[in-house]
């Protein structure tokens, strides 16, 4: 069912730095890219999403890239924080079944102090 | 509560044994999800419901996964003779029916079948 193709599997970054995670798609008919963060023992919560009308989209220290021609998209956590450490996860919706968001296998991101 | 509820937090079962997992959606969202979570992937989504219709099933993996959801509130998965392959994250979300890209999800259940 996965049609999103998430990398890495884990990330560990110092604090301050970049984080950049990846994700791919095949299905050109996902018009709706969202990113979600989860934290152990929570639910995913809904961090920051883009449509392909635009090439980026920032909101404070996360920024979303997407390049629609590749058909990738990517996010930035600028200045990383210890509290930003969580598993982050990519997905994709077509306009007709919005409901039925595709997720990436997620990212497990941890910022060393 | 603000928040999607789902209990039991925890559930450890034995093979062949039914189970049900419950989730209480925000007040007020017609549109309500359950997905699968299994270890090192990501979340796969099982089945949709539009108030107390659920008129996609598509991705329940077999006849023993049913849901149910009542007065257009509280869903119940039901799993029926439980098998190893099961032990998942379940996750409920939640959201107004006309903005289904923005789903609020609660903290799962975590199934262990033994």
């Known amino acids: 069912q996965q049609q999103v193709k998430q990398s890495p599997q884990s990330l560990i970054v110092q604090k301050g730095g970049i984080s950049i995670i990846n994700c791919a798609y095949e299905?050109?008919?996902?018009?709706?890219f969202p990113w979600y963060q989860q934290f152990p023992g929570k639910g995913p919560a809904l961090l920051i999403a883009?449509?392909?009308?635009?090439s980026e989209k920032k909101e404070g220290r996360f920024t979303i890239s997407f390049n629609k021609s590749a058909k990738q998209f990517s996010l930035h956590i600028m200045d990383s924080q210890p509290g930003d450490s969580a598993t982050y996860f990519c997905?994709?919706?077509?306009?007709?079944?919005?409901?039925?968001?595709?997720f990436g296998a997620g990212t497990r991101l941890t910022v060393k102090p | 509560g603000a928040g999607v509820s789902q209990s039991p937090s925890n559930k450890v079962t034995e093979k062949g044994k039914d189970v049900e997992l419950r989730c209480d959606p925000i007040?007020?969202?017609?549109?309500l999800y359950w997905y699968r979570q299994s270890l090192g992937q990501g979340l796969e989504f099982l089945i949709y419901?539009?108030?107390?219709?659920?008129?996609?099933k598509s991705g329940l993996p077999s006849d023993r996964f049913s849901a149910e959801r009542t007065g257009g509130s509280v869903s119940t998965l039901t799993i029926q003779r439980t098998q190893q392959e099961d032990s998942a994250v379940y996750l409920c979300?939640?959201?107004?029916?006309?903005?289904?890209?923005?789903?609020?999800f609660g903290p799962g259940t975590r199934l262990l079948v033994l």
């Open positions: 007040s007020g969202h017609t549109a």
């Open positions: 997905a994709a919706s077509t306009p007709l079944l919005r409901y039925d968001m595709r």
């Open positions: 299905n050109t008919a996902f018009d709706y």
């Open positions: 883009i449509r392909p009308d635009v």
């Open positions: 419901f539009q108030g107390n219709s659920a008129p996609d």
């Open positions: 979300a939640s959201s107004l029916l006309d903005r289904q890209e923005t789903q609020y």
